[in-house]
């Protein structure tokens, strides 16, 4: 059973990967992740294109480049990158994970997942409550 200030913290950290999603200069759709341990945000993500790329998402059909990297496998390498480690984090993000950052989410140990809105696709969410990491979608308000 999940606590009142639990409450109030997952809206407070999902609020600020909203604002972290700003960052993006992608077109079609913007993502923000954190990653939280032990109250402590240790890295942070969002949707674009690998260091040193131009700042370009989409090509000139408007469909997004196949190596624009996702909210949450930003924040997880810059874990990677970093002394932290996500053992028992908890990840914030905008959007319910696809399947390929599901299975960067169960191998960096990540325990919990927060989202605010849910994409068409549900195989990261399956797979990720197969892998027993917990769920909880908490929609937005506009």
């Not at 993006?24 to 993502?31: D, E, M």
């Not at 923000?32 to 945000?41: R, T």
């Not at 990158?81 to 993000?93: F, K, P, Q």
Request: charged share 30%; with cysteine; proline share 3%.
């Amino acid at each position: 059973m999940k606590t009142k200030k639990q409450a109030e913290l997952d809206l407070r950290y999902l609020r600020m990967a909203r604002i972290w999603s700003e960052n993006s200069y992608c077109q079609r759709r913007k993502v923000g992740a954190l990653v939280v341990k032990e109250k402590m945000i240790i890295s942070d993500g969002y949707n674009g294109t690998p260091s040193g790329f131009e700042n370009v998402c989409e090509d000139e059909d408007g469909l997004t480049k196949p190596y624009v990297l996702h909210a949450e496998a930003n924040a997880i390498t810059k874990i990677a990158r970093s002394g932290n480690n996500s053992d028992g984090a908890t990840l914030y993000v905008t959007d319910s994970p696809c399947i390929e950052c599901a299975k960067l989410i169960i191998q960096a140990g990540i325990r919990r997942v927060v989202y605010g809105k849910q994409y068409r696709l549900t195989d990261g969410i399956e797979l990720l409550q197969r892998a027993g990491i917990e769920t909880e979608y908490l929609p937005f308000e506009e």
